[in-house]
């Protein structure tokens, strides 16, 4: 069953504070809800922010009206704040406000993430949550992939060069959700006039190409975890989604996410 355009984020009051005790470790099937909600509020937010703009005749039309409102991964922030609740210790705090979310970096001056998950002045964890929609999948993905290395890459300095505190060693995630459509599955042939093509981006789509690079980033060590989830535009309002891989699923994410903020509290 579609959930109503306002139906409300579950846990709303979350993203505020960690309390003391926990409840225990989040359940898989009320993982399953916060995540499914979360997919749902994605195209809801997105398709009411298309629809609002175009009705008063914004110049920010179209597919990109949905994208620049701002709002449409709201939902992930809701699922990874209830995991923190379950799993974190006391004194966990997530900053709301927009210019709280600004970080040093090594490379250039400051990077705003989309969530901090912040305990006694310590980083415990870094998260930026991206989406990926049609129509247009060429150049946006190349822009996602250098945007994910480079934040990444930054923090990771920042981190050895002690501008985040002496001995930090934050979860470092990244949450993509991207539209499963004609554009984004089917393989696609690349011009590389001089040397081949990895194996395993070669004749590739992109869905695949997103799963490359999830997997790519954690194995050298730019991120703890990340997560690749993909959606259509049909099934997506009902909160319909599915992984390309074990290793890049959400649960996986989620896992290694509980386990480091469990470490927390030792």
């Known amino acids: 069953m579609t959930v109503p355009p306002e139906s409300p984020l579950l846990f709303p009051d979350l993203p505020l504070f960690a309390p003391s005790p926990a409840p225990g470790p989040l359940a898989p099937e009320t993982l399953n809800a916060l995540a499914r909600d979360a997919v749902r509020t994605f195209w809801q937010t997105r398709d009411q922010a298309r629809q609002r703009q175009q009705a008063g005749a914004s110049p920010d039309q179209g597919e990109r009206a949905g994208v620049t409102a701002g709002k449409n991964m709201d939902g992930f922030t809701a699922l990874v704040s209830a995991l923190v609740h379950a799993h974190g210790p006391a004194g966990c705090v997530i900053p709301t406000q927009r210019a709280q979310l600004a970080l040093p970096g090594a490379l250039r001056p400051t990077k705003l ?8 002045g310590r ?4 998260i930026e949550f991206k989406s990926h929609v049609g129509p247009s999948f060429g150049n946006n993905f190349n822009n996602r992939a250098e945007e994910a290395i480079g934040s990444a ?32 599955t089917r393989p696609l042939r690349e011009a590389s006039p001089h040397f081949a093509l990895a194996p395993d981006i070669a004749g590739s789509s992109y869905l695949e ?4 690079l999830c ?6 060590g730019l991120y703890t975890a990340t ?9 997506g309002p ?22 480091h903020l469990e470490a927390q509290k030792t």
């Open 227 to 235: 997560a690749l989830l993909a959606s259509s535009r049909e099934t």
């Open 215 to 220: 997997r790519r980033l954690m194995d050298e």
């Open 238 to 259: 009902d909160g319909a989604f599915r992984a390309l891989s074990p290793a890049t699923s959400l649960e996986a994410f989620a896992s290694a996410l509980a386990a």
């Open 209 to 212: 190409r997103y799963e490359h």
């Open 123 to 126: 980083l415990v964890a870094a």
């Open 153 to 184: 890459l930054d923090l990771r300095l920042a981190c050895r060069d002690g501008l985040l505190g002496a001995g930090a060693a934050p979860f470092v995630g990244w949450l993509m959700l991207v539209e499963e459509a004609p554009g984004s």
């Open 113 to 120: 993430w989309d969530l901090l998950v912040l305990r006694h």
